[in-house]
């Protein structure tokens, strides 16, 4: 029998997690998408903090205009300058299992426009 979606998005993140993995100096980029919002965080793996995170729902970024792929943009340039402040530049980008493409990839592109590198 056939993989559901969700199956399928669990086996194709945990084959990213294998090699993908945050330290204190290069920290990892999680993505997590619903279908109407989308989240991201920075986190250290090795102690298991979260150094900054924005997601579609924070004040300022829902109350902006646009499409699905415009919000997501905003919320990668959020998070990146919540990571520059906290003194972070590189990381490591986990897409979660989704492909990168539409707002995954808007997001990267966001974070990347702020600053960061990946």
């Given amino acids: 029998m056939a993989l559901s979606k969700f199956e399928r998005r669990i086996r194709i993140k945990n084959r990213i997690r294998k090699t993908v993995s945050g330290t204190a100096t290069r920290p990892r980029l999680s993505v997590f998408r619903s279908n109407k919002e989308i989240y991201a ?4 793996d090795v102690t298991g903090n979260t150094i900054s995170a924005a997601s579609s729902r924070d004040k300022d970024i829902s109350s902006a205009k646009g499409n699905k792929s415009e919000i997501a943009t905003l919320v990668g340039k959020s998070v990146a300058e919540k990571a ?3 003194g972070i530049n590189t990381i490591s980008f986990d897409r979660g299992g989704y492909l990168y493409h539409g707002r995954i990839k808007s997001l ?3 974070a990347r426009e702020a600053g960061l590198k990946f």
Avoid: R
């Fill in 108 to 110: 990267a592109e966001g």
């Fill in 41 to 44: 965080q920075i986190v250290d």
């Fill in 84 to 86: 520059i402040k906290a």
